[in-house]
């Protein structure tokens, strides 16, 4: 028999599973395993956050929230597809910077269409208020859970 949710924090908990659970999280570029959803989230942090010089692998550790192994070996597997380059850090001899390649650039964009139409279905299905509520709400969530972050990452 269903358990039914006893406060708002776990009605909010069962209503962000259902969401995830429903697919909605996913590119057709994802599901057919040519990225995973790691490799997405690395890519897009790099063109997001990092242009120009690139990233450190243990700049990309740490705003993920992973070991530098794990980095490392998405690094390793997103090079064996060309989709990011290494290069020496021109401050430090010693470091490697990471950049997205032009391929990969290319792939991130394909995921990022892909992302937008999926929301642009949601927010037509939605319609223009209920869109612009969730947008504040969802607004309103990350900037509470930005600043209560462990301030190390």
Same mark, same amino acid.
């Given at each position: 028999?269903?358990?039914?949710? /006893?406060?708002?924090?776990?009605?909010?908990?069962?209503?962000?599973?259902?969401?995830?659970?429903?697919?909605?999280?996913?590119?057709?570029?994802?599901?057919?395993?040519?990225?995973?959803r790691a490799d997405w989230h690395l890519m897009w942090l790099l063109q997001r956050d990092f242009t120009g010089e690139g990233a450190r692998p243990s700049e990309l550790a740490k705003r993920l929230r992973v070991t530098a192994g794990n980095v490392a070996q998405q690094l390793r597997s997103l090079e064996s597809k060309q989709l990011?380059?290494?290069?020496?850090?021109?401050?430090?001899?010693?470091?490697?910077?990471?950049?997205?390649?032009?391929?990969?650039?290319i792939k991130l964009e394909e995921v990022k269409k892909e992302y937008? /139409?999926?929301?642009?279905?949601?927010?037509?299905?939605?319609?223009?208020?209920?869109?612009?509520?969730?947008?504040?709400?969802?607004?309103?969530?990350?900037?509470f859970l930005e600043k209560t972050e462990d301030p190390s990452c």
């Open positions: 028999m269903p358990r039914h949710p /006893s406060s708002a924090a776990e009605t909010l908990l069962n209503a962000t599973r259902r969401f995830t659970r429903a697919g909605f999280s996913q590119s057709q570029t994802m599901l057919t395993g040519e990225l995973s990011i380059a290494r290069a020496q850090d021109n401050e430090d001899r010693r470091a490697v910077m990471i950049k997205l390649t032009a391929l990969g650039e937008v /139409s999926e929301f642009e279905r949601l927010t037509t299905h939605l319609g223009a208020e209920d869109t612009t509520q969730l947008i504040r709400l969802l607004t309103t969530a990350a900037a």
